[in-house]
T-cell receptor
């Protein structure tokens, strides 16, 4: 089946650091990639949708300058948390799809980000 | 707006018990419906899906039928195992090309031996 690789799986860093998370579709071309944030024992909150070669579409309330998304190719999207602070600590999950609503998204294993 | 409502958890069952996790949805069009499962510390895995009314999705002993008349997509399994312990998310997707998922709040399932 379709595989999405997300890296790193865990990051611990100091406040003020910028952190980059990569999301790769390994065996298919992902027209669209999604970035989610998940708080403990809660559902996934969609942060943004990115299409290859175009600017990401951010959900209401998500800071574009804080969470930079780049979707440079059909197999790679990156999320950069700029100048991270403790309140940015969370579980971030990416997913990839082929742009058809009747087809499932394929999820990465998530990145646990801890800001000290 | 479009939304998904799942039964509140946590749900705790004994091994070999029958499982039902209720899911209902509200959508302006005709959505595709999905169940995803999340094991501790991991991302989500697709469990099953259904794309039109009366479709039945099935995988690993789990089943769910797309009921348009009741706008439901309840997840069932006849005999659960300890390894089924996880969080289960019901989701819908609408809109050709958009593929944006709307998730339910998730149901935490614990199976005791």
């Amino acid at each position: 089946g379709a595989v999405v690789s997300q890296h790193p799986s865990r990051v611990i860093c100091k406040s003020g650091t910028s952190v980059k998370i990569e999301c790769r579709s390994l065996d298919f071309q992902a027209t669209t990639m999604f970035w989610y944030r998940q708080f403990p024992k809660q559902s996934l909150m969609l942060m943004a949708t990115s299409n290859e070669g175009s600017k990401a579409t951010y959900e209401q309330g998500v800071e574009k300058d804080k969470f930079l998304i780049n979707h440079a190719s059909l197999t790679l999207s990156t999320l950069t948390v700029t100048s991270a602070h403790p309140e940015d600590s969370s579980f971030y999950i990416c997913s990839a799809g082929i742009g058809k609503s009747n087809q499932p998204q394929h999820f990465g294993d998530g990145t646990r980000l801890s800001i000290l | 707006g479009d939304s998904v409502t799942q039964m509140e958890g946590p749900v705790t069952l004994s091994e070999e018990a029958f499982l039902t996790i209720n899911c209902t949805y509200t959508a302006t069009g005709y959505p595709s419906l999905f169940w995803y499962v999340q094991y501790p510390g991991e991302g989500l895995q697709l469990l099953l899906k259904a794309t039109k009314a009366d479709d039945k999705g099935s995988n690993k002993g789990f089943e769910a039928t797309y009921r348009k008349e009741t706008t439901s997509f309840h997840l069932e399994k006849g005999s659960v195992q300890v390894s089924d312990s996880a969080v289960y998310f019901c989701a819908l997707s609408l809109g050709e090309g958009a593929q944006k998922l709307v998730f339910g709040q998730g149901t935490r399932l614990t199976i005791n031996p």
